[in-house]
């Protein structure tokens, strides 16, 4: 069996030196960009946004009709049974949640998944409730509306 391919390699090949004359071994005052055009220039990189000359996103946007475009889509804000113990108010609802600050008021809907522990009775009111966080609150002496 042949050991060549296990010895190390004791040469090296220098790379190319590009734009640096005849004698660099590539090219002379192309090097190796072609001829005219955007990339054969100094700073021939077109930024990531850049659309090849059409009207940008950025400047379309605007022009799109309608205002729900600057609607805000939140999806459902999620909360856990300890955040229900950590409540002042015995009665739960989207806007005391608000007014305690768990979610923020942007949020349209909630729901109350069973994460934690719940030992006190409240009464939850028209808020979506997960059947296991059901279960719990009803065990802990509340009810859900």
């Not at 000359?53 to 009709?65: A, E, F, H, N």
């Not at 009665?91 to 909630?110: D, R, S, Y």
Request: cysteine-free; overall charge positive; glycine content about 12%.
């Amino acid at each position: 069996m042949s050991i060549l391919h296990t010895l190390p390699s004791i040469t090296t090949k220098a790379s190319k030196r590009l734009g640096r004359g005849h004698g660099s071994g590539k090219g002379a005052h192309t090097i190796g960009r072609g001829t005219k055009g955007h990339k054969a220039r100094k700073d021939g990189q077109s930024r990531d946004w850049f659309e090849g000359g059409q009207l940008p996103l950025i400047k379309r946007l605007p022009m799109m009709r309608g205002k729900s475009r600057f609607n805000v889509v939140r999806p459902t804000a999620e909360i856990t049974l300890s955040d229900l113990q950590k409540m002042k108010n015995e009665v739960v609802t989207l806007e005391t949640l608000k007014l305690e600050k768990l979610i923020a008021p942007e949020f349209k809907q909630a729901k109350i998944i069973a994460t934690g522990s719940l030992s006190r009775a409240v009464t939850v009111q028209g808020l979506r409730v997960s059947q296991a966080a059901k279960e719990l609150i009803i065990k802990a002496g509340g009810q859900v509306q």
